[in-house]
């Protein structure tokens, strides 16, 4: 049921950092870390933030009349998917992955043949039977608590929360002079004023579910896992009731140790020189209509003196 499933979500901005959190989760011995984003969000997902965030990224909505087979299709989980069914066109196919959708699928049905169709249910059903599939997956055997990963998923804090009683959420954020940097290098950029958009309503809704959840919801900065991802990420495990494993300090899929967080994000090397390098890759122009527009963030969140200094100050928050 969905009631003892253990469930840490993490949300971030585009280019906020919530791949390379994810990164540093994975290989936690005590920690079951989805391969790729969850997006476990669907084309049912309609109010109104629809327009600025896609629905893959949501928290689901599933038709009232549907049969759970209906539902794990309505799932979009599109990274994972395209991997498990047409692996040559995936940009994680040279990753040894030994996985079944059809499988995962099959036993998704049989769980929520037990614990009945709910939203809550269905996806407690969907990330226990992604490790039941995943063959191949590093296990230590101590695993007790799921972790999924999709951006701007935060602004359905509440949702998640009140859905599942023993989840929490990781909020992540990134000072977005080097978050908007970073998403100009992709294909089809946003422009600025979208970007900074969605940048602040994440900030807007992360900081009001951390007041109204504080002992769920948490917020930590790029900057700080960049710095030192055990001392920034054991506390939150320590919130979880987990241990600050030393896995924490190194960015690894499936146990693996990585190089560098790609192709998972466009932030390859996560490290504070590199992040407030990319800052820079701005005009001069480009970082004050950053600040223009983030400005009411950037002093809670410690940005205000971050080109500057290249080091942000204490949260206030």
């Keep these: 049921m969905s009631g003892d499933f253990r469930f840490l979500m993490i949300g971030a901005m585009y280019e906020n950092g919530g791949n390379t959190t994810h990164r540093f989760l994975d290989g936690h011995p005590e920690l079951f870390v989805y391969p790729f984003e969850s997006q476990p969000g669907t084309r049912l997902v309609d109010d109104m933030l629809s327009s ?16 759970p087979e209906q539902d794990y299709r309505a799932i979009i989980d599109e990274e994972c998917k395209v991997r498990a069914r047409t692996p040559h066109v995936s940009k994680f196919r040279d990753r040894p992955f030994d996985f079944s959708d059809d499988e995962r699928r099959d036993v998704y049905c049989r769980y929520v043949a037990e614990t009945g169709r709910s939203r809550a249910n269905n996806m407690a059903a969907f990330f226990r039977a992604t490790f039941d599939a995943w063959k191949d997956f590093n296990r230590s055997g101590r695993e007790s608590v799921y972790v999924g990963y999709s951006p701007i998923i935060g602004v359905d804090g509440d949702k998640i929360l009140a859905d599942l009683p023993q989840a929490h959420v990781l909020h992540v954020v990134r000072n977005p002079w080097s978050a908007y940097a970073d998403t100009k290098k992709r294909a089809v950029p946003l422009p600025l004023e979208g970007y900074l958009l969605g940048w602040t309503l994440n900030q807007h809704y992360a900081l009001l579910f951390k007041a109204l959840y504080p002992d769920r919801f948490h917020v930590v900065r790029a900057e700080d896992v960049m710095a030192d991802p055990q001392g920034t990420l054991g506390p939150v495990c320590a919130r979880l009731g987990l241990e600050a494993a030393g896995t924490l300090a190194t960015p690894s899929w499936n146990g693996a140790e990585l190089d560098e967080v790609y192709p998972w994000g466009t932030i390859r090397t996560p490290t504070p020189e590199a992040n407030h390098a990319t800052a820079h890759e701005l005009s001069s122009a480009e970082q004050e209509a950053i600040r223009a527009r983030a400005w009411q963030y950037l002093e809670p969140l410690g940005y205000a003196g971050y080109l500057e200094a290249g080091v942000a100050d204490p949260l206030t928050v």
Excluded: E, Q
């Excluded at 600025?52 to 049969?67: E, H, Q």
């Design 52 to 67: 600025t965030f896609p629905v893959k990224y949501r928290w689901p909505v599933f038709a009232l009349d549907a049969s």
